[in-house]
């Protein structure tokens, strides 16, 4: 079996987001803290896992095989929870083979790697990509990059319920819509799908146009066969993949020492930024009351540790 034992259930809380510039503005945010989940298995990982773990348990397989970078918060969740739960994970990693704090946890939990270089990681969305792996590990489950895929979103239409229990302890009746990064738009895709059009969902793109994330976001959004989605994206890559400047890591460090919550780089200071900016437009009337997902990723702050 893949899949921990059932008291191993993670819940965040929902906390309010208290800063000058929300405040100014009129509008109320809550933050659902997944970075609070587990310290390894943290933020919205473990969601974009759970189903694909559900499959490779009915299919017999031994563990599973998935793909990512050389600060992959998917890869380093995998891993941690292969190590946790006694299941195999391979991972096939971009670019050539680096020494990160991250690959360096991956080998320490177990993982085995491959570096697939560039042009072999660029060809995951081809058709027979997965062949030659799957002849090399035929015990291992494939999940596509970041735990995508429909059964990455349908483990994140649980997020819903996690926040609407928690709403009367902020006094909140009901809420707005959602505010979130997005790395593959799997989260998203998840939250899309519970609210079936009820509230809406904001994503803020933390990679640029080209790594297809309105696509993967529209093609789960199809095969999910759910009528008039309700969403809208948002550039939050700062022009390019893994991008930071001095005004995003300037907003980081007055964010964290306002509220005491920590982000990273890449994907939750970029999203949490890129809200201010919205509101600084006047994008959300006064009284607006949006979720924030806090999804996690703070093992790859040490990839910028000098920065930070």
Request: net charge negative.
């Given at each position: ?28 945010v809550a933050?659902?803290?997944?970075d ?11 969601f ?7 499959a490779?348990?009915?299919?017999g397989?031994?563990?599973?095989i ?7 918060n ?19 990693l ?34 027979g990509?997965?062949?030659p ?5 035929p ?11 429909l059964?990455?979103a ?46 809406p ?21 199809q ?40 982000l ?9 930024l890129?809200l201010k ?12 009351r949006?979720?924030f ?11 910028f540790?000098?920065?930070?």
């Open positions: 079996m893949l899949l921990p034992p059932n008291h191993w259930l993670p819940q965040a809380p929902l906390d309010r987001l208290d800063l000058d510039w929300l405040a100014a503005a009129g509008i109320q933050i659902l803290r997944l609070l989940i587990d310290p390894l298995i943290s933020g919205n990982k473990w974009k896992l759970i189903e694909h773990l559900k490779a348990d009915q299919a397989a031994q563990g599973i998935s793909l990512g970078g050389a600060h992959s998917h890869l380093h969740a995998l891993a941690a929870a292969g190590q946790r739960f006694g299941f195999t994970t391979v991972g096939l971009r670019g050539h083979p680096q020494d990160t704090p991250t690959v360096n946890d991956l080998q320490a939990f177990g993982m085995q790697l491959h570096w697939l270089g560039f042009g072999g990681y660029r060809a995951r969305h081809e058709a990509f997965w062949t792996w799957q002849a090399l590990y015990d291992l489950w494939p999940v596509p990059e970041g735990g995508g895929g059964p990455g349908e483990g994140c239409v649980q997020l819903k319920a996690m926040v609407s229990e928690q709403l009367n302890g902020l006094g909140w009746n009901d809420y707005d819509g959602w505010w979130l990064a997005c790395g593959t738009g799997t989260t998203l895709a998840g939250l899309v799908l519970a609210e079936a059009g009820e509230h969902v904001y994503g803020a793109l933390a990679v640029p146009d080209d790594h297809g994330v309105a696509q993967h976001v529209e093609s789960i959004v095969e999910a066969g759910l009528q008039l989605p309700a969403y809208e994206l948002f550039d939050a890559s700062r022009g390019g993949f893994a991008k930071v400047d001095p005004p995003l890591l300037d907003f980081i460090a007055q964010t964290e020492q306002a509220c005491g919550i920590p990273e780089p890449l994907y939750t200071g970029k999203a949490l890129t900016q919205q509101l600084d437009t006047g994008r959300f009337a006064r009284g607006t949006l979720i997902i806090h999804t996690g990723g703070l093992q790859g702050r040490r990839g540790h000098s920065q930070l």
